[in-house]
Structure formats: C-alpha cells, structure tokens
C-alpha cells in the first residue's frame, strides 16, 4: 500500500486570527508581536511580508519597513484554542495526526481510500471544513512522506495545495534551494553555495566521501532528505501519551528496602505494558506521596528512549535517592515513562547493547509471565515484598 503523509499549516497564523476577527484589519499589513522596545515580530500579514516584516524580525525594524501596519500583542490564549479547534477537525480525518507546533500537524492518511478517492481529495475537504468552520486558510501538502509534505505544503502559500507523487519525489525536489533542506542552517547554505551547490539535485549527485566532509555524521541522513527519502512515523497524540502504575500502601513505607521493591515492582509493571504496546518513553516520573500527604513528581529525561523494567527502575530509585531526608513515611510510589514512540527494532549484531540485552531479558520474562500469570515471575529482591492494598495503572 502507498504510504500518503498530509502536512497543513495555517497560512500566518496569529495575524489571519485578527483579520478574521477584526473585518477592519483585513486586507491590511498586520504584524502580531511584542510591541516593546526589544520585541520581536510573531508573524506579519501576508499584506506586511510585501514590505519585508517577517517573524522574528525585531520590532523596530517592522515598524520602520511598515509604518503603516496595524501593530498587535496579540492573544495567545485565543490562538491556542483555535488551534485546539484545528485539531479536532484533522482528526476528522485520519487516527494517525501528529501535531508539530500551534498551527501545523501531520496527517498519515495511508489506506484511506475505502473514504476518499483520493490523499489529495482528504487534503481538500481538510481546506474546505477550516475555511467553512474557522475562516481561516491553511496549506496543505500530500506526499509520501513527512519530510516532501512539509516542503509541499511550503511552496504556494497562502492557502495552497501542493502534490508530490509517488515516484516523482527527486523531480520535485531538483531545483529547490538547498537551504530548505531540513538540516541545512544559514552557515551551511553559505558553505554550499560557495562550492557552487545551490539546489537539492545537486545535493542528491555528490558522493558519499564529499557528503561525509561537508556533513559529518548527518551525511547519511541528509543524504537520504536531498533524495526525498524519509521513513519517519507519524506519531499521533491519542497513542497513549504515559503509560505508568502507582500504588498506595497498606502501611506507609519507612524502610529503604521496603522502597525499593515497591519502586522495583512499579518498573516492572510499566516496562510490561510498554513492551506489550510496543512502545518505549524517554522520560521517566516518579510520584511520591508522604503520609503526611504531602505530595511531589520527579522526572528525568534519558537520551534514548527506554521499555525496560531495569533502566526504567534505576532512572526512578535515582529520583527517589534525591528525596532523600524528608523523615515521614511513604504513602503511595507511582511510576510513569512519557514521551513514547514506537518501539524500534534492533539490528541483532547489536545485541551488545544494554538497551537490546535488557529487551531480551525483559521479553523473556514476559513469555513466562504469559505463561504462569504475573506472580509466578518476581526478582529475588522482591520476595519479601509486602502486599500493597490499592493499586492503579493508568
Ligand atoms: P508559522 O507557521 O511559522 O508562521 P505563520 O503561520 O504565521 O505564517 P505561514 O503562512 O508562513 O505559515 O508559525 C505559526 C505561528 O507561530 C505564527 O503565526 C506566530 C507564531 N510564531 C512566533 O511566535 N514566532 C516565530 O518566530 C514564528 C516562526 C512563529
Ligand atoms: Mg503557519
């Protein structure tokens, strides 16, 4: 089956808010920002980009290029709920929808066909119900992967619509300037232009040692962009956001032994589900309730992302550690990892990885539970461990 990405960001977003609700700004240059001495512009109007005001763009500067523009603070609170309220309309239209900042998001429409004829037909009636509900412009752009509907989605703005077929990917990309290239700042477009390479076509001939010496380790990667290929999932909010496990004790928890059983026990919980989503988080929680009720999270985020009982244990003892002193006993340990994203599949040379190992051990120990059910396999340290009386898994 195609794999078909949408990409829709709104068509400048805080500025087409006010024109929407305010008819006397329309038509006219209106730059949202802070409107202080060092401020800077948000975004301008497509009426205000002709004079050259653009986001980020200090203030000063806009009002000198554009004295006529009508100068707002604008009403975050506002934006957000109308971004909220985009949302809830893309996600009339696929599961898959991953939002990426206030006004644009991801759509993974593959296999949709049974719906629409169409991915570019999703990406209209998305246009259509925006413009109808908010009235307010997005672009859009239907390619077969995330990184081809961002550029797509770029191209015509305001209120475009911008295939890119399967296929077709390097001809869209040939004579694109290199500099919107995911990847490629400002220095390292200079860099190229100076060695005469300003499309992404030219990108896509060099050679891998050239690649290598202008991009170090990104060279692969950028490599892959400038050929227009890019594997990454859409990963959508409704996914579970946390997965975690708390408890609450019988009788508070004075022992460290005690804590570290309880906080052992919790890992393996959370450790099982994520395997058993196939997911794995980068950020671990811990909730601590002392007797006295008083009540804190910690949390720390990993470098990679984690679905093992072990790491998830050791990043929450860690936590735990650093609370150390406060005197009372514990009430109630809760354990969460967030952040997650599918689970990647691991190449079996690389088996070395502790991260790999912990996974074997961990999907063994899964069989058995499968197996026997969830008490016959407990760690050695836990044996002692006292029986809690309320447990929740959320
Ligand atoms: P963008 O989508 O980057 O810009 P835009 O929607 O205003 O215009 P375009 O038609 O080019 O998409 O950002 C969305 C909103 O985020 C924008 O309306 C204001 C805010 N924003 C800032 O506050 N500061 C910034 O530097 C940028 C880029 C955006
Ligand atoms: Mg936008």
Redesign the pocket.
Known sequence: MLRWIIHV???????SVEQRDHPEYRGKPVI??GLGNRGVV??ASYEARRFGVH??LPMATARRLCPQGIFLPGDHRKYSRVSGQIMAILDQYSPLVEQI????AFLDVTGMEWLYPSPVEIARAIKRQVKEELLLTV?AGVAPNKFLAKMASDLQ??DGLVVVEHGREQEFLRDLPVEKLWGIGDVTAKNLQDKGIRTIGQLARLEPPQLKRLFGENAVTIHNLALGRDDRPVISGHEAKSIGAEETFEHDLFAADDLRAALLALSERVGYRLRREKTAGRTVTLKLRYGTFQTLTRRRTLAEPTQIDETIYRTALELLEQQQGAGSGVRLLGVTVSQLEPERPVAPSLFDNPEEKGRQISAAVDQLRRKFGAPMVVHGRLASRKEGKETKDD
């Open positions: 960001d709104m068509d400048a977003f805080f500025a949202v920002g948000s975004t986001s980020a900042s206030v006004d644009e672009s703005k305001p």
